[in-house]
């Protein structure tokens, strides 16, 4: 998975290329240190001007920054570890978020979902793009994911559908 991520550099720079030429801040997720080291000019390349990288290895006080600075558009973008961007980040000025690879475990990819998804957010909606190589060892966890998502989402309803039915016997 490691590896597939870091295949993926190319179309991850492209991304940010065609999103900062909109002028579109763009948040991108990743479980594995590669792209997100390319993004700000790590192991590979020169860094990227206007982007900040939150993984578990940054300060607190930095990582508060890097939000502030997002937050306020004095950066295009966010490259940002799933694990790490998965709690305690409010990036509501997001109207993008890429993930180049996903947790095997849904609600993992969906607590970083929602780091754009919360009260103040400043757009209507959040697209949420996933990147997903066919024929590869992520196609599988890929679809389980999706698969796993809608299960908890109807299990939700199903409780909910049955407090509203207890509530109206009381």
């Not at 700000?40 to 860094?47: A, E, H, L, Q, S």
């Not at 939000?67 to 940002?80: I, N, R």
């Not at 024929?135 to 908890?152: C, F, G, W, Y």
Request: aromatic share 6%; glycine share 8%.
């Amino acid at each position: 998975r490691a590896k597939l991520a870091e295949a993926r550099i190319p179309e991850v720079r492209a991304f940010c290329d065609r999103y900062e030429e909109e002028g579109t801040p763009l948040v991108v997720f990743c479980s594995h240190s590669a792209p997100l080291r390319d993004l700000v000019g790590g192991d590979f390349g020169k860094p990227r001007e206007g982007w900040g990288c939150i993984t578990g290895d940054t300060p607190p006080k930095l990582r508060d920054t890097f939000v502030e600075l997002f937050q306020t558009g004095m950066l295009h973008g966010l490259a940002v570890a799933t694990q790490a961007g998965g709690v305690g980040l409010t990036l509501t000025r997001a109207s993008h978020a890429l993930f180049v690879d996903l947790e095997y475990t849904p609600s993992k990819n969906k607590q970083a979902e929602d780091r754009a998804h919360r009260p103040g957010q400043e757009n209507e909606s959040v697209q949420i793009i996933d990147l997903v190589t066919p024929q590869t060892v992520d196609e599988m966890p890929h679809a389980a994911n999706i698969d796993k998502s809608l299960r908890l989402e109807e299990i939700v309803r199903d409780q909910e559908a049955l407090k509203s039915w207890l509530s109206k016997k009381a």
